[in-house]
Nanobody, 129 residues
Framework: QVQLVESGGGLVQAGGSLRLSCAASGRTFSSLVMGWFRQAPGKEREFVAVISWSGISTYYSDSVKGRFTISRDNAKNSVSLQMNSLKPEDTAVYYC??????????????????????WGQGTQVTVAS
């Protein structure tokens, strides 16, 4: 099991930027696939982005592609989500998640929340119009 703690959420104007961070502890971070999900009020949890254990491969939802960037620092046991050109529809609680599963398929395998076995507590992002 790995413990995850998100930070960096807040209130921002539309068109602005925020950087979320997730600190991990408890097991070998570099062996984990890391993802970000979000959940808006009254909606289901939604996949945002995933990054491979090495950081070489990334995959994004269509709704954030070109605006958000996921990255990781295995030396610091952390993963980040840089969010640019924010829109009011990006308002949600953002969750960091870890997966120790492996697939021979594409990275969209990790776009499903049941593929993750550790979750952070979430951080609120509010984008004002």
């Amino acid at each position: 099991q790995v413990q995850l703690v998100e930070s960096g959420g807040g209130l921002v104007q539309a068109g602005g930027s925020l950087r979320l961070s997730c600190a991990a502890s408890g097991r070998t971070f570099s062996s984990l696939v890391m993802g970000w999900f979000r959940q808006a009020p009254g909606k289901e949890r939604e996949f945002v982005a995933v990054i491979s254990w090495s950081g070489i491969s990334t995959y994004y939802s269509d709704s954030v592609k070109g605006r958000f960037t996921i990255s990781r620092d295995n030396a610091k046991n952390s993963v980040s989500l840089q969010m640019n050109s924010l829109k009011p529809e990006d308002t949600a609680v953002y969750y960091c998640a870890a997966s120790d599963l492996r697939t021979t398929g594409g990275w969209n395998y990790y776009a499903s929340s049941p593929k993750y076995n550790s979750w952070g507590q979430g951080t609120q992002v509010t984008v004002a119009s």
